[in-house]
């Protein structure tokens, strides 16, 4: 199941955010060494996970965390124009139907298999969601590795300007076009699981 999360101010009130900012501290502070916050030594927060950020979540048939994204709308301060302006050759995207795809997160405790299938799944609920919720675009920044997979999943993709070195990392930005033929582009590549989605708006 894919679970949506909207305006979450507290990552404590929520079990499923508990463990998505834990994962994320495993994954970007632990392997990938980012120099980002980390709240109470176990989770990843930073000064983006405010109540403008939309949670895209997947967990298994126990209910937990096996995937998560972050989305910020891009007509307040967001990663792109906020701290990588310089990827893109003109202005970063803006606009009430483009969101930025952030803290795109895979649970470390998976083997590869099941992380491939939680990346599909999780790729497939941000464009049901986005689609359900007038998002005509996804913008985003990512390490090279990383952003050469996503512009090979099928879907209209491209870059916003030439990669950079920054902070000892090669980055890139790009902009995902979304529509209603955006689902059979990605199932062309096999990537398109669809979930059902479901707003989470109960402590647990």
């Keep these: 199941m894919a679970i949506i999360m909207e305006g979450r101010r507290n990552h404590s009130d929520h079990r499923l955010l508990r463990a998505m900012f834990e994962a994320r501290k ?16 176990r989770y990843e927060i930073d000064q983006f996970d405010d109540e403008n950020a939309i949670y895209v979540i ?4 126990e209910g937990r965390h096996r995937g998560s994204a972050r989305l910020l709308p891009t007509m307040r301060p967001h ?11 003109d202005r970063p995207p803006r606009g009430a139907g483009i969101f930025e795809i952030t803290r795109f997160c895979l649970d470390r405790e998976q083997d590869a298999t099941s992380r491939l299938i939680a990346r599909n799944r999780l790729v497939s609920a941000m464009v049901d969601y986005a689609i359900d919720n ?9 390490e090279v590795g ?3 997979q996503i512009l ?27 529509g209603e033929n955006t689902p059979a582009l990605l199932s062309w590549n096999k990537i398109y699981a669809p979930d059902m989605l479901q707003g989470a708006l109960e402590a647990a």
Excluded: K, N
């Excluded at 495993?26 to 030594?41: A, C, E």
């Excluded at 007038?134 to 990512?142: Q, T, Y």
């Excluded at 491209?158 to 930005?173: E, K, V």
């Design 79 to 89: 990663i792109l124009d906020t701290l990588f302006p310089q990827l893109c050759a």
């Design 58 to 61: 997947v967990t298994d048939g």
């Design 152 to 178: 090979a999943f099928g879907w209209r993709c491209s870059p916003l300007g030439l990669p950079r070195q920054i902070g000892g990392r090669m980055l890139g930005a790009l902009r995902i076009e979304i």
């Design 146 to 148: 990383w952003l050469q």
């Design 134 to 142: 007038g998002i005509h675009a996804f913008s985003g920044v990512a």
């Design 26 to 41: 495993r994954v970007f502070v632990d392997l990938l060494r980012w120099d980002v916050p980390v709240l109470d030594g």
